[in-house]
Nanobody, 125 residues
């Protein structure tokens, strides 16, 4: 059973930074593609960033230049460093793991088969 546990969320002011962590237990972390998604109140879940097994990264336009996804395979952990936070970044952030080798798109939550419970990020103006 693969389990994902996020941490690191909180309440910060605009312009601040936060680093989210997601520890994965079960299975082989290094074989998983990892992703971060977020869902704001009243909005659909949206893609934030993804890291391939080899560490290649792709970001949503809203995250480019401000967020960095990284992974530590030795610690079974994926991170999301978020800088220059804006009020519109307020959301519940979820990490996700995919065991699939291929997907039509890694930007869709449907490509991921394991999810964490989420961590709240609130950015005040």
């Amino acid at each position: 059973q693969v389990q994902l546990v996020e941490s690191g969320g909180g309440l910060v002011q605009a312009g601040a930074s936060l680093k989210l962590s997601c520890i994965v237990s079960g299975g082989t972390f290094s074989s998983y593609r990892m992703g971060w998604f977020r869902q704001a109140p009243g909005k659909e879940r949206e893609f934030v960033a993804t890291s391939s097994r080899s560490g290649g990264t792709v970001y949503a336009d809203s995250a480019k230049g401000r967020f960095t996804i990284s992974r530590d395979n030795a610690k079974n952990t994926v991170f999301l460093q978020m800088n220059s936070l804006k009020p519109e970044d307020t959301a519940v952030y979820y990490c996700a793991a995919s065991t699939a080798q291929y997907a039509s798109t890694w930007f869709s939550g449907g490509a991921y088969n394991f999810w964490g419970q989420g961590t709240q990020v609130t950015v005040s103006s």
